[in-house]
């Protein structure tokens, strides 16, 4: 499978994006989620520059099947923001929204395939850079071993 290499300054330009974008629309938030494993590096940065508190969430889809419900039903409103590193098949996605229909969702990559898909990610609210339509694998600079 051919892969893409995300450097850290990529990173920081796409927190940066949602930042500035959560920033200019006024949006108020009280707290930042990040989604483990991949959604944690990216939260917390979200969370410095927005000023607000991180709480880390365990939501595994692909490395696993723990997903901390209970902690995610207690922050669901509209002022929490809940960030992940990319939506690739968008399950993750749309299982979260499932759970918490009222929380905002960033990612910082969105590779949804196709307006087809069974977890198309149409609903996103804020997004670093889209990669429609690639089907490359992503690596994440906090990946590299």
């Known amino acids: ?36 494993r991949g959604g944690l590096i990216p939260g917390v940065m979200l969370s410095h520059k927005l000023n607000l508190p991180f709480i ?23 002022t929490t923001l809940v960030i992940d590193d990319l939506i690739d098949s968008g399950k993750t996605f749309y299982e979260v929204i499932k759970v918490a229909p009222n929380v905002k969702y960033a990612a910082l990559f969105d590779k949804q395939l196709s307006l087809n898909s069974e977890y198309f990610s149409k609903n996103l609210d804020y997004c670093g850079s889209l990669f429609y339509n690639d089907n490359r694998w992503l690596i994440f600079p906090w990946e590299i071993s």
């Not at 892969?3 to 920033?23: D, F, G, M, R």
């Not at 889809?61 to 922050?75: A, I, P, V």
């Open 56 to 78: 880390p969430l365990v939501w595994q889809t692909r490395d696993g099947s723990k997903k901390d419900k209970k902690l995610l039903k207690q922050y669901n409103k509209e």
């Open 1 to 36: 499978m051919e892969t893409v290499n995300i450097s850290w300054q990529q990173i920081e330009n796409e927190v940066n994006k949602i930042a500035n974008t959560i920033l200019s629309k006024k949006d108020n938030f009280d707290v930042v989620i990040g989604l483990s």
